[in-house]
Protein backbone atom coordinates (compact mmCIF):
# COMPACT_ATOMS: atom_id res chain seq x y z
CA UNK A 1 0.00 0.00 0.00
CA UNK A 2 1.78 2.98 -1.53
CA UNK A 3 0.68 5.85 1.37
CA UNK A 4 2.25 8.67 -0.55
CA UNK A 5 1.74 9.00 -4.50
CA UNK A 6 2.46 11.51 -7.06
CA UNK A 7 0.58 10.01 -10.35
CA UNK A 8 2.89 11.99 -12.99
CA UNK A 9 5.94 10.20 -13.80
CA UNK A 10 7.16 13.43 -15.71
CA UNK A 11 6.35 17.25 -16.63
CA UNK A 12 7.69 19.25 -18.85
CA UNK A 13 7.34 22.81 -18.94
CA UNK A 14 8.54 26.18 -20.78
CA UNK A 15 11.05 28.85 -19.26
CA UNK A 16 9.18 31.47 -17.35
CA UNK A 17 5.58 29.74 -16.65
CA UNK A 18 4.27 27.69 -13.75
CA UNK A 19 4.98 24.39 -12.90
CA UNK A 20 2.96 22.41 -11.08
CA UNK A 21 3.77 18.93 -9.18
CA UNK A 22 0.66 17.25 -7.49
CA UNK A 23 1.14 14.51 -4.69
CA UNK A 24 -1.96 12.85 -2.63
CA UNK A 25 -1.52 10.65 0.80
CA UNK A 26 -3.73 8.44 2.26
CA UNK A 27 -2.42 7.80 5.77
CA UNK A 28 -4.64 10.97 7.86
CA UNK A 29 -1.96 10.68 10.37
CA UNK A 30 0.47 12.24 8.38
CA UNK A 31 1.11 16.19 9.78
CA UNK A 32 4.11 17.17 7.64
CA UNK A 33 4.53 17.31 4.03
CA UNK A 34 8.20 17.81 2.71
CA UNK A 35 9.57 18.43 -1.31
CA UNK A 36 12.47 17.06 -1.90
CA UNK A 37 14.49 18.33 -5.36
CA UNK A 38 17.47 15.88 -6.98
CA UNK A 39 19.96 16.06 -9.10
CA UNK A 40 21.64 13.35 -11.15
CA UNK A 41 24.34 11.92 -9.06
CA UNK A 42 23.34 13.04 -5.90
CA UNK A 43 21.23 12.86 -3.09
CA UNK A 44 17.90 14.70 -2.69
CA UNK A 45 18.07 18.41 -1.48
CA UNK A 46 15.06 19.27 1.14
CA UNK A 47 13.52 22.20 -0.40
CA UNK A 48 9.98 23.34 1.20
CA UNK A 49 7.72 21.88 3.61
CA UNK A 50 4.10 22.57 5.32
CA UNK A 51 2.40 21.91 8.56
CA UNK A 52 -1.07 20.43 8.66
CA UNK A 53 -1.97 23.04 10.67
CA UNK A 54 -1.16 25.13 7.34
CA UNK A 55 -2.80 25.25 3.83
CA UNK A 56 0.04 27.26 2.28
CA UNK A 57 3.81 27.51 2.24
CA UNK A 58 6.19 30.06 0.36
CA UNK A 59 9.72 30.47 0.05
CA UNK A 60 10.58 32.49 -2.92
CA UNK A 61 9.47 31.21 -6.32
CA UNK A 62 7.96 28.07 -4.64
CA UNK A 63 5.27 27.91 -3.02
CA UNK A 64 3.63 24.21 -1.76
CA UNK A 65 -0.44 24.25 -0.89
CA UNK A 66 -1.93 21.59 1.29
CA UNK A 67 -5.46 20.50 1.27
CA UNK A 68 -6.25 18.27 4.24
CA UNK A 69 -9.98 17.52 3.08
CA UNK A 70 -8.31 15.76 -0.22
CA UNK A 71 -5.09 14.61 1.44
CA UNK A 72 -3.47 16.45 -1.46
CA UNK A 73 -0.32 18.73 -1.74
CA UNK A 74 0.94 20.64 -4.53
CA UNK A 75 4.37 22.34 -5.27
CA UNK A 76 4.28 25.38 -7.92
CA UNK A 77 7.63 26.99 -9.14
CA UNK A 78 6.85 30.31 -10.44
CA UNK A 79 8.63 30.78 -12.85
CA UNK A 80 10.38 28.13 -13.94
CA UNK A 81 13.63 27.67 -14.83
CA UNK A 82 15.87 25.65 -16.51
CA UNK A 83 18.06 24.76 -13.39
CA UNK A 84 14.49 23.59 -12.01
CA UNK A 85 14.87 20.50 -14.06
CA UNK A 86 15.27 17.75 -11.65
CA UNK A 87 13.14 14.72 -9.97
CA UNK A 88 10.89 16.62 -7.21
CA UNK A 89 10.18 14.26 -4.32
CA UNK A 90 7.39 14.30 -2.01
CA UNK A 91 7.53 13.12 1.15
CA UNK A 92 5.10 13.05 4.79
CA UNK A 93 5.77 12.75 8.10
CA UNK A 94 3.82 11.72 11.31
CA UNK A 95 4.79 12.98 14.52
CA UNK A 96 4.57 9.68 16.17
CA UNK A 97 6.86 8.03 13.62
CA UNK A 98 10.01 10.79 15.38
CA UNK A 99 10.76 11.91 11.97
CA UNK A 100 10.54 9.06 10.19
CA UNK A 101 9.44 10.06 6.32
CA UNK A 102 7.14 8.27 3.52
CA UNK A 103 8.46 9.40 -0.15
CA UNK A 104 6.49 9.14 -3.34
CA UNK A 105 8.44 8.08 -6.12
CA UNK A 106 9.27 11.06 -7.77
CA UNK A 107 7.75 13.18 -10.57
CA UNK A 108 10.83 14.78 -13.49
CA UNK A 109 10.31 17.96 -14.17
CA UNK A 110 11.97 19.56 -17.60
CA UNK A 111 12.05 23.44 -17.86
CA UNK A 112 12.67 23.94 -21.31
CA UNK A 113 14.51 27.25 -22.66
CA UNK B 1 28.56 23.84 3.85
CA UNK B 2 28.09 20.32 6.29
CA UNK B 3 27.46 17.36 4.77
CA UNK B 4 26.76 13.33 4.39
CA UNK B 5 29.45 11.37 3.42
CA UNK B 6 28.90 7.93 1.75
CA UNK B 7 31.64 5.50 0.57
CA UNK B 8 32.12 4.13 -1.85
CA UNK B 9 30.70 6.17 -4.37
CA UNK B 10 30.12 2.84 -6.58
CA UNK B 11 30.19 -0.62 -6.28
CA UNK B 12 30.28 -3.42 -8.40
CA UNK B 13 30.72 -7.14 -7.16
CA UNK B 14 29.65 -10.82 -8.16
CA UNK B 15 26.49 -11.89 -6.32
CA UNK B 16 26.84 -13.70 -3.29
CA UNK B 17 29.73 -11.33 -1.81
CA UNK B 18 29.49 -9.01 1.08
CA UNK B 19 28.85 -5.42 0.41
CA UNK B 20 29.66 -2.96 2.92
CA UNK B 21 28.37 0.95 2.93
CA UNK B 22 29.71 3.60 4.88
CA UNK B 23 27.83 6.82 5.62
CA UNK B 24 29.47 10.41 8.38
CA UNK B 25 26.27 11.85 9.27
CA UNK B 26 26.62 15.69 9.76
CA UNK B 27 28.19 16.62 13.28
CA UNK B 28 25.37 17.18 15.92
CA UNK B 29 22.86 15.12 13.89
CA UNK B 30 21.47 12.48 16.25
CA UNK B 31 19.51 10.36 13.56
CA UNK B 32 20.46 8.59 10.60
CA UNK B 33 18.58 7.04 8.07
CA UNK B 34 19.27 4.78 5.39
CA UNK B 35 17.19 4.81 1.68
CA UNK B 36 17.23 2.35 -1.06
CA UNK B 37 16.55 3.68 -4.95
CA UNK B 38 15.30 1.70 -7.33
CA UNK B 39 14.58 2.13 -10.66
CA UNK B 40 11.15 0.86 -10.01
CA UNK B 41 10.53 2.75 -7.24
CA UNK B 42 10.67 5.81 -5.28
CA UNK B 43 13.13 6.27 -1.77
CA UNK B 44 12.17 3.25 0.44
CA UNK B 45 12.96 3.70 4.08
CA UNK B 46 15.41 0.37 5.38
CA UNK B 47 16.17 1.25 8.53
CA UNK B 48 16.85 4.44 10.99
CA UNK B 49 19.07 5.35 14.05
CA UNK B 50 18.57 7.73 16.93
CA UNK B 51 21.25 8.54 18.79
CA UNK B 52 22.84 5.19 17.94
CA UNK B 53 20.08 3.15 18.53
CA UNK B 54 18.10 1.64 15.90
CA UNK B 55 14.12 2.97 15.82
CA UNK B 56 12.81 1.28 12.98
CA UNK B 57 14.54 -1.77 10.30
CA UNK B 58 11.11 -3.07 9.62
CA UNK B 59 12.24 -1.99 5.77
CA UNK B 60 15.09 -3.94 5.62
CA UNK B 61 15.36 -7.75 4.53
CA UNK B 62 16.73 -9.35 7.60
CA UNK B 63 18.24 -12.53 6.11
CA UNK B 64 20.70 -10.62 4.60
CA UNK B 65 20.80 -6.83 5.51
CA UNK B 66 22.24 -5.14 8.72
CA UNK B 67 22.47 -1.76 10.07
CA UNK B 68 24.71 -0.39 12.96
CA UNK B 69 26.11 2.85 14.37
CA UNK B 70 29.51 1.70 15.86
CA UNK B 71 29.69 5.39 17.10
CA UNK B 72 27.87 8.52 16.38
CA UNK B 73 30.40 9.28 13.46
CA UNK B 74 29.41 6.48 11.13
CA UNK B 75 26.71 4.28 10.33
CA UNK B 76 27.20 1.06 8.15
CA UNK B 77 24.90 -0.46 6.32
CA UNK B 78 25.80 -4.34 5.21
CA UNK B 79 24.35 -6.59 2.81
CA UNK B 80 25.85 -10.32 3.03
CA UNK B 81 25.11 -12.55 0.79
CA UNK B 82 24.60 -9.73 -1.88
CA UNK B 83 21.97 -10.38 -4.84
CA UNK B 84 21.37 -8.90 -8.10
CA UNK B 85 17.62 -7.86 -7.13
CA UNK B 86 20.20 -5.49 -4.22
CA UNK B 87 21.12 -3.29 -7.12
CA UNK B 88 19.84 0.01 -6.12
CA UNK B 89 21.50 3.21 -5.05
CA UNK B 90 21.54 3.48 -1.40
CA UNK B 91 21.15 6.88 0.64
CA UNK B 92 22.33 7.73 3.85
CA UNK B 93 20.62 10.94 5.51
CA UNK B 94 20.83 12.70 8.70
CA UNK B 95 18.63 14.84 10.69
CA UNK B 96 18.91 16.44 14.42
CA UNK B 97 15.48 15.81 16.54
CA UNK B 98 12.66 17.51 15.81
CA UNK B 99 14.10 18.23 12.57
CA UNK B 100 11.59 16.93 9.48
CA UNK B 101 14.15 18.12 6.30
CA UNK B 102 16.78 15.83 6.29
CA UNK B 103 20.21 16.34 4.25
CA UNK B 104 21.54 13.03 1.89
CA UNK B 105 24.26 12.03 1.12
CA UNK B 106 25.36 11.38 -2.59
CA UNK B 107 24.57 8.06 -2.11
CA UNK B 108 26.15 4.48 -3.23
CA UNK B 109 25.51 3.10 -6.56
CA UNK B 110 25.57 -0.92 -6.17
CA UNK B 111 25.47 -3.06 -8.18
CA UNK B 112 25.80 -6.92 -7.86
CA UNK B 113 26.56 -8.93 -11.30
Not at chain 1, 4 to 15: A, D, F, H, I, R
Not at chain 1, 70 to 99: E, M, R, W
Request: proline share 6%.
Amino acid sequence: DQQVKQNSPSLSVQEGRISILNCDYTNSMFDYFLWYKKYPAEGPTFLISISSIKDKNEDGRFTVFLNKSAKHLSLHIVPSQPGDSAVYFCAASTNTNAGKSTFGDGTTLTVKP
Amino acid sequence: DARVTQTPRDKVTEMGQEVTMRCQPILGHNTVFWYRQTMMQGLELLAYFRNRAPLDDSGMPKDRFSAEMPDATLATLKIQPSEPRDSAVYFCASARTGDYGYTFGSGTRLTVV
